[in-house]
């Protein structure tokens, strides 16, 4: 069974500082993507990365996809109170039928 | 319908009732996903159906769990004789098929079913 585990669980810190969220499998992927869950809505895609080293910026929010295709990090910098929520990684399992295999998720507030 | 549409969107239910919950994806999404979620947790796998496959049940919880998708389009999960650890919210998500080479494709979810159970 893949798994994939995300750290920290739970993550609140000032508004201004910088935080780094880990998703890690032994499995490899042939894709992982990172979604943000805002309370009383479902999770919406943030970014999908690809290819093994593979960098992604979005804004202040920098994606990584480690050289082996098992494990993923999602860097913000200079947190704000808007990135609070629910941040959630997703492997696709090219090898079952393409099922996504979902992290448990990182919950991170923002206080001002 | 825009995007994936679950109804309704609270339900309570007396303990041991039956409930169904609704799923529309959206059109052409041939993967569509149940997920259980509790207050600020992650999602918890249920089922999954992709085209004409057989569907992934190994997520349901125990025999009182399943789950239909008719003509590949429409689902319902069903929940028999509900229990109070059954209250969560249900999710429901659907997607393009993702062929390798077209790895960005994205799952769409609902807002979700609020179930309670008393």
């Known amino acids: 069974t893949q798994l994939l585990e995300q750290s920290p669980q739970f993550l609140s810190i000032q508004e201004g500082e910088n935080l780094t969220v880990y998703c890690n499998s032994s499995?490899?992927?042939?894709?992982l993507q990172w979604y943000r869950q805002e309370p009383g809505e479902g999770p919406v895609l943030l970014v999908t990365?690809?290819?093994g080293g593979e960098v992604k910026k979005l804004k202040r929010l920098t994606f990584q996809f480690g050289d082996a295709r098992k494990d993923s990090s999602l860097h913000i910098t200079a947190a704000q109170p808007g990135d609070t929520g629910l941040y959630l990684c997703?492997?696709?399992?090219?090898?079952?039928?393409?099922?996504?295999?979902w992290g448990l998720g990182t919950s991170l507030a923002v206080n001002p | 319908g825009a995007g994936v549409s679950q109804s309704p969107s609270n339900k309570v239910t007396e303990k041991g009732k039956d409930v169904e919950l609704r799923c529309d994806p959206i059109?052409?999404?041939?993967?569509l996903y149940w997920y259980r979620q509790s207050l600020g947790q992650g999602l918890e796998f249920l089922i999954y159906f992709q085209g004409n496959s057989a569907p992934d049940k190994s997520g349901l919880p125990s025999d009182r769990f399943s789950a239909e998708r008719t003509g590949g389009s429409v689902s319902t999960l069903t929940i028999q004789r509900t229990q109070q650890e059954d209250s969560a919210v249900y999710l429901c998500?659907?997607?393009?098929?993702?062929?390798?080479?077209?790895?960005?494709?994205?799952?769409?979810f609902g807002q979700g079913t609020r179930l309670t159970v008393v």
């Open positions: 998500a659907s997607s393009l098929w993702m062929p390798v080479l077209a790895p960005n494709t994205e799952a769409f």
């Open positions: 990365v690809v290819t």
């Open positions: 997703a492997g696709v399992d090219a090898g079952n039928n393409r099922k996504l295999i």
């Open positions: 499995s490899v992927f042939s894709s």
């Open positions: 059109s052409g999404h041939t993967a």
